[in-house]
């Protein structure tokens, strides 16, 4: 059974940072992407950041600010998150690619999703 678990979310100020992870388990991690996925209240799910074999991929709305990581080691995959903003708020989820496939920003054709995280910055 594949499980994909997402933890660090929380409630942080405006300009704060907050680091999630996601732990897999039941697939053999390194061969798949991976691509953390949000979706704030009442809007649509959006992509935030992916990663393949070492490429990494953002939204324009949070380049500069996440970086999307690896640890094939420890079988997670980590998004750091810096000067958080309150547009940010959102339930964050990881999800896995098999194949090391690409990462369609729809997230549509994910083939593993985590239940998420959430996150929530105050201003």
């Known amino acids: 059974q594949v499980l994909l678990v997402e933890s660090g979310g929380g409630l942080v100020q405006a300009g704060g940072s907050l680091s999630l992870s996601c732990a897999a388990s039941g697939l053999t991690f390194g061969m798949y992407s991976w691509g953390w996925f949000r979706q704030a209240p009442g809007k649509e799910r959006e992509f935030v950041a992916a990663?393949?074999?070492?490429?990494?991929y953002y939204a324009d709305s949070v380049k500069g600010r996440f970086t999307i990581s690896r640890d094939n080691a420890k079988n997670t995959v980590n998004l750091q998150m810096n000067s958080l903003k309150p547009e940010d708020t959102a339930v964050y989820y990881c999800?896995?690619?098999?194949?090391?496939?690409?990462?369609?920003?729809?997230?549509?054709?994910?083939?593993?999703w985590g239940k998420g995280t959430l996150v929530t910055v105050s201003s």
């Open positions: 999800a896995a690619k098999g194949r090391m496939g690409h990462v369609d920003p729809s997230g549509d054709d994910m083939d593993y």
């Open positions: 990663i393949k074999w070492t490429n990494t």
